[in-house]
């Protein structure tokens, strides 16, 4: 009783009372902070900032962006303050958003060279890859990410939806009963595909593969060197980077 009268009387006579709201503890409908997964996207050009990936909610909070064209970054956090009300973690090189301990899943919506390099990357730095398609540039650099996310034990996700649950390219069905089709040998082996307009594959044909670009002078807040990184050499030019 002693004990009990003494902490009375330090706190005022009164007894204090902690009220813990509902969704710190987690459960149904709610998720504990502690149960949160947290995302940075690397790119926030055109993909990286679309409504399909530049989202936050209880389940997965978006904390940090990276890009190397200063705009892009900039654009991606007045984006973040308006959608979420929060100031995003800002990054220049990728490497800092995958060693950030407060991100757990990261999204590489980069362009197709530098996927191999990051994904396994961040597979070493113990994250979870989210990764735009194409996985890799080469039948090596995924058996590289292969081998780094088995070896660390990390979850690996291809952002391929679409394929399978909206019409292929424009042809008028998924890819389900395609590759049923091609699955059964009905169609022998090896297969010959001609891919044209005429087959439904005009979605990224007008701004692919052009050559003869003419060079550009580099934007002032774009690190040029960064995004090629392992690329090839090549002047800039906007169409091909932008």
């Known amino acids: ?34 149960d949160q997964l947290t995302k940075g996207i690397i790119g926030v050009g055109g ?49 800092d958003l995958i060693t950030d301990p407060n991100v757990d899943i990261v999204h590489i919506a ?8 990051m994904a396994v990357e961040a597979a070493k730095a113990g994250k979870d890859i989210w990764c735009e398609k194409p996985m890799t ?26 394929r399978f649950k ?17 699955d059964s040998g009905l169609l022998g082996w090896p297969l010959k595909v001609t891919i044209s307009g005429a087959t439904g594959f005009t979605w990224k044909f007008f701004w692919v593969g052009q050559e003869n670009l003419k060079p550009q002078s580099v934007p002032e807040e774009l690190d040029y060197d960064m995004w090629l990184g392992p690329a090839p050499y090549k002047p800039y030019n906007k169409h091909r980077v932008h």
């Open 110 to 117: 980069t362009p197709p060279h530098w996927h191999g390099i």
């Open 166 to 182: 909206d019409t292929f390219y424009g042809l008028g069905t998924t890819v389900e009963p395609l590759k049923k089709l091609v």
């Open 1 to 34: 009783m002693s004990n009990r009268r003494d902490f009375l009387k330090k706190a005022g006579g009164l007894a204090l009372l902690t009220i813990v709201p509902r969704s710190v503890l987690g459960g149904t409908k709610f998720v504990a902070p502690s």
């Open 47 to 95: 993909i990286g900032k679309s409504s399909y990936h530049f989202t936050s909610n209880d389940a997965c909070r978006l904390v940090a962006v990276c890009d190397v064209d200063r705009k892009h970054l900039e654009s991606a956090i007045a984006l973040g303050c308006k959608k979420f009300d929060k100031t995003l973690e800002s990054y220049h090189d990728y490497r």
């Open 137 to 162: 540039r080469t039948i090596g650099e995924g058996k590289r990410v292969v081998e780094a996310v088995r070896q660390n034990g990390r979850i690996f996700r291809l952002n391929t939806w679409f």
